[in-house]
């Protein structure tokens, strides 16, 4: 068996450059012999193997650009061969030529039926041997390389996708709460705006405040401050639970929440619910006027969109009802406006 090179080094990215390899199975080590002189002077790698019980093993290790079968060998004959190797996975492209001592048209025929490539009477002259070795070879590189050339943009296509997918994730939750950020949660407003008003189903929106968020932040410093926001953003997510449901930081201690589908009464349990448990966290607050710990000022409005009605209505609605329930005392939910007690 010929030396053995390696495939041509290249950097990352770059389609591979292969050898010509001649896999030469034949049971005549003379012939091997022949077809070795004959390919010599040629850029390539040359293989032999005299048993045929161990060809496809051989084969399939050596991934070569050419197969050479001889039709005739004992054991096993030359067609059967062929039809060995269509079956590997590794080998089922790789071209074959089948090598006879006879021109018979019947066993040519049955030959390219198995898969065979091309049929030539051995020997054939050196030169027709060689061009035909090039020219089987070269188009399975061609190939092979088209096939690579293919996969790495697939791959690569994928890998964008997957980062951008992963850009635009990032892009819509907050950098310190985790949760969807404002630029998400006008997204998602506008969307499901548009939905219920094709459905005419229900839009509730809850608008909130932490209660002197200012004083907490003089009293325990923006590193609380922000551990602060992250405790009251995980509660409020944790709280409102529906896939459908989003709570987003809406700026600064201002938190906002989307209930597709949800009517008045199910909006305010929800926004009760978010401000009951911020008061159970018992996060401290020594500087609050209302409350021991932190709390929560909240406003929820209801809406049934109709045609050319736009999501900065309910926004309004929500942000007054909020308002109502900071000047009313706070800690405690305003529903569209009507204090509910």
Known sequence: MGEHREESSREPGDIKS???????????????????????????????????????????????????????MPEIDGLTMVKFYRANPVLAQVPIIVLSTKEEPEIKSRAFENGANDYIVKLPDKME?????????????????????????????????????????????????GIPNRRRFDEVLKAEWHRAMRHSTSLSLIMLDIDFFKLYNDSYGHQGGDDCLIQVARIL????????DIVARYGGEEFAAVLPETGSKGAYEVAEAMRSNIEKADIPHKSSKVAEYVSISVGVATWVPERDSQPEEIIELADKALYKAKESGRNQVISSGIQME
Do not use: W
Not at 19 to 24: D, N, T
Not at 238 to 244: D, K, L, M
């Open 129 to 177: 041997l060689v061009a035909r070795i090039r020219y089987h070879s070269q188009a399975y590189i061609s190939q092979r390389q088209r096939d690579e050339a293919f996969e790495a943009l697939m791959k690569s296509q994928r890998e964008l996708a997957e980062a951008n997918a992963i850009l635009e994730k990032l892009s819509s939750l907050d950098g310190l709460t």
């Open 18 to 72: 292969y050898r010509i390899s001649v896999f030469l199975v034949d049971d005549q080590p003379m012939i091997a012999e022949a077809v070795r002189r004959a390919l010599v002077e040629e850029d390539l790698d040359f293989h032999y193997c005299q048993d045929p019980t161990d060809a496809v093993k051989i084969a399939t290790e050596l991934k070569p650009t050419i197969i050479l079968q001889d039709l005739v």
């Open 237 to 244: 997510d944790e709280t409102a639970n529906r896939e459908t």
